[in-house]
Nanobody
């Protein structure tokens, strides 16, 4: 079992940066692919980025490509999301999630474990 705790959210002006972190418990962290999703008020939870268990394969939503970078440290059991050039439309609660499968999934159904989320608010 994996427990996930996000941190690093906050209020930032448009064009600014934030770095989200997700700390995972459990000795099997390195066997999970990890992802970030986000959910804005009144909208469905949407895929943001995914990283394979080794860190070798990265996937991004078109809306964040070139601005966000996902990374992981398997020694520290953490996954991070560096967010640059933030826009007001990036405002959402951001969640990290873990997937045991190696099949790339961009929907919430494929992920077994979720954190509680961290709020990111981008002001214009």
């Amino acid at each position: 079992q994996v427990q996930l705790v996000e941190s690093g959210g906050g209020l930032v002006q448009a064009g600014g940066s934030l770095r989200l972190s997700c700390a995972a418990s459990g000795r099997t962290f390195s066997s999970y692919a990890m992802a970030w999703f986000r959910q804005a008020p009144g909208k469905e939870r949407e895929f943001v980025a995914r990283i394979s268990w080794s860190g070798a394969s990265l996937y991004y939503a078109d809306s964040v490509k070139g601005r966000f970078t996902i990374s992981r440290d398997n020694d520290k059991n953490t996954v991070s999301l560096q967010m640059n050039s933030l826009k007001p439309e990036d405002t959402a609660v951001y969640y990290c999630a873990a997937d045991k499968s190696s099949v790339v999934v961009r929907t919430t159904r494929g992920y077994e474990y979720w954190g509680q989320g961290t709020q990111v608010t981008v002001s214009s």
